[in-house]
């Protein structure tokens, strides 16, 4: 698939298949995650990797919604503040870095036929508790991963003249 085309056609999904995520294609996911530029390269991240099949009750205490425990799986993608490359004016770039692998992530999925969904409204108290991630490890992110059972809807996209601006 062209890298156009598959940017274009990727969506948000929110109904899946049970059918199980092959090792392989997990893994060629995962791959694509660790191999996202990071600043620095230092690499401030961590994906967990969550089976759904009888944690459904405590997966939802972090997300409520059905859609996000009907995929086989589901991704946390953590932030390791005290790994993150820091400007000179210290802001640290952890949430950048973070946000760059998990898009690595999600458009290496939707190549390889598989769904996500971006989830950033969850509860952090009980991703922490339901994971039982140690200190320094931040959840930032989670999708569900697996086959799509709904298809794209039409988006709705500001205008480019809108977005970008060109200096003279």
């Known amino acids: 698939m062209d890298f ?15 059918k199980p995520v092959e090792k392989e294609k997990l893994v060629k996911i995962l791959e694509a995650a660790v ?9 401030p991240f961590r994906m967990i990797v969550i ?11 972090i997300y409520p919604r059905d859609w996000f425990v009907q995929a086989p799986l589901v991704i946390c993608a953590c932030g390791v503040e005290a790994e993150a490359w820091r400007r000179r004016d210290g802001r640290g770039y952890v949430d950048i870095d973070v946000t760059i692998a ?3 992530l ?15 409204a969850f ?7 339901v994971l039982g ?3 320094g490890l931040e959840p930032l992110a989670f999708t569900p991963l697996g086959y799509p059972a709904d298809e794209a809807r039409p988006k709705k996209r ?9 200096l003279d």
């Not at 191999?35 to 690499?43: K, M």
């Not at 509860?123 to 508790?129: H, I, L, M, V, Y």
């Open 158 to 166: 500001r205008s480019f003249s809108e977005l970008i601006r060109f």
């Open 106 to 120: 999600i458009l290496a999925a939707h190549a390889l036929g598989l769904g996500t969904c971006w989830v950033g």
């Open 123 to 129: 509860d952090p108290g009980a991703a922490r508790e």
């Open 102 to 104: 998990m898009d690595h």
């Open 4 to 18: 156009f085309d598959l940017i274009s056609r990727r969506y948000s999904v929110r109904a899946y298949q049970s």
């Open 133 to 135: 991630l140690e200190p």
């Open 35 to 43: 191999i996202a530029p990071t600043a620095a390269n230092r690499q």
């Open 51 to 61: 089976p759904t099949g009888g944690r459904e009750a405590a997966l939802k205490r």
